[in-house]
């Protein structure tokens, strides 16, 4: 791995349990500098709140804007940052980690999943063909990028324990660095961790466990998508009802 690609999936490494690694999600450059202020030593870019940012509805902005705008977040920092990039917008796998490279970021998320955005909606890909894609921006990326292969069988109505698990190993095995089961049950994480040889990425809830208790489930990595945004939102949202 690059410099910072290496540092980025050490952090991935020997975690104890209840202290995973949080990455927070930012919007834009400047929510990117408060984070790296605040301490976090990495990042994780979520689509939907990139998206709000730019004005578009989640799973609607175009590719070059996605891309323009998580560059912008990564020169505003120092540390790593990975970007999800949903399902890679059908980008051959070369074309994606160019701009992926050109962006700066270290590291991405894949998803397997298309249609309506993180509902039953949507549809799940064949995961015989996900495998073959992510071993396909493996073997273009090398060691350059630390890939966080979502699994989204919870979001999509297909809450099978086996057939996430089935799902999980197949893309370890194409290589996948990490496993990120979107809003998976906490009650399903221990088994993930220990059906799947690889660091276990959870999704922080409103009302759910803590970051701790995340951890002790068998999250090695806590992300929060678009929560902190829509948090910082609603602050301003909060501000501004008193300003008239």
Same mark, same amino acid.
């Given at each position: ?26 919007? *834009?450059?400047? /929510? ?20 709000? /940012?730019?004005?578009?509805? *989640?799973? /609607? ?50 998803? *397997?999943?298309?249609?309506?955005? *993180? ?90 466990? /803590? ?34």
């Amino acid at each position: 791995m690059s410099a910072t690609a290496e540092a980025f999936g050490a952090l991935h490494r020997d975690r104890a349990p209840g202290d995973p690694l949080v990455l927070p999600g930012p919007w *834009d450059a400047a /929510s990117a500098r408060v984070f790296e202020e605040a301490g976090f030593p990495a990042l994780a870019t979520p689509s939907a709140g990139v998206a709000a /940012s730019l004005g578009y509805a *989640d799973g /609607s902005v175009p590719p070059r804007e996605m891309f323009e705008a998580v560059g912008r977040i990564a020169r505003a920092v120092s540390v790593p940052v990975s970007a999800d990039v949903e399902d890679g917008y059908g980008l051959p796998a070369r074309q994606l980690v160019g701009r992926l490279l050109d962006a700066g970021v270290v590291g991405c998320n894949l998803e *397997d999943s298309w249609g309506g955005k *993180d509902d039953a909606a949507g549809s799940l890909k064949d995961a015989e063909a996900q495998a073959e894609y992510l071993a396909a921006v493996r073997e273009v990326a090398g060691a350059e990028l630390f890939l966080n292969a979502r699994v989204d069988t919870y979001v999509r109505g297909v809450a099978d324990l086996d057939e996430t698990l089935r799902r999980a190993r197949l893309y370890v095995e194409a290589g996948a660095d990490c496993v990120y089961v979107i809003k998976a049950p906490p009650d399903v994480l221990p088994a993930l961790r220990d059906g799947v040889a690889a660091p276990l990425n959870a999704l922080f809830l409103p009302g759910g466990p /803590s970051v701790r208790e995340l951890g002790e489930l068998g999250a090695s990595r806590v992300t929060f998508g678009p929560g902190l945004q829509r948090r910082a939102m609603a602050a301003v949202a909060s501000f501004a009802g008193g300003l008239g």
